[in-house]
């Protein structure tokens, strides 16, 4: 078993930053790649982005490109989401999740564990 706790969530305005965190506890953390999804009301999750056990290889959905940056510190079993520039679609509960796997996926049914969410709020 994994436990994903995040933490870093709020209330911002646009234009401003946010950096979440997700603590891992369990297993070895460096064993799995890493995800972060999001989910608006009336909407399913989605991809946000992912990054590889190793931390060599990230990826990021279309929307968020060139304004998050995933990350993942392996000796404090913990991943980060860097959210710059954030915009009023933005707003979601943040998920972090994991997978027993060297690579991350852009599917939520890939991922093995997850974590309870955290809220982000961006206002106009």
């Known amino acids: 078993q994994v436990q994903l706790v995040e933490s870093g969530g709020g209330l911002v305005q646009a234009g401003d930053s946010l950096r979440l965190s997700c603590a891992a506890s369990?297993?070895?953390?460096?064993?799995?790649?890493m995800g972060w999804f999001r989910q608006a009301p009336g909407k399913e999750r989605e991809f946000v982005a992912g990054i590889n056990r190793d931390a060599e290889t990230t990826a990021y959905a279309d929307s968020v490109k060139g304004r998050f940056t995933i990350s993942r510190d392996n000796a404090k079993n913990t991943v980060y989401l860097q959210m710059n520039s954030l915009k009023p679609e933005d707003t979601a509960v943040y998920y972090c999740?994991?997978?027993?796997?060297?690579?991350?996926?852009?599917?939520?049914?890939?991922?093995?564990?997850w974590g309870q969410g955290t809220q982000v709020t961006v206002s106009s």
């Open positions: 999740a994991a997978r027993d796997s060297i690579l991350y996926s852009r599917s939520r049914n890939n991922y093995h564990y």
């Open positions: 369990g297993r070895t953390f460096s064993n799995y790649a």
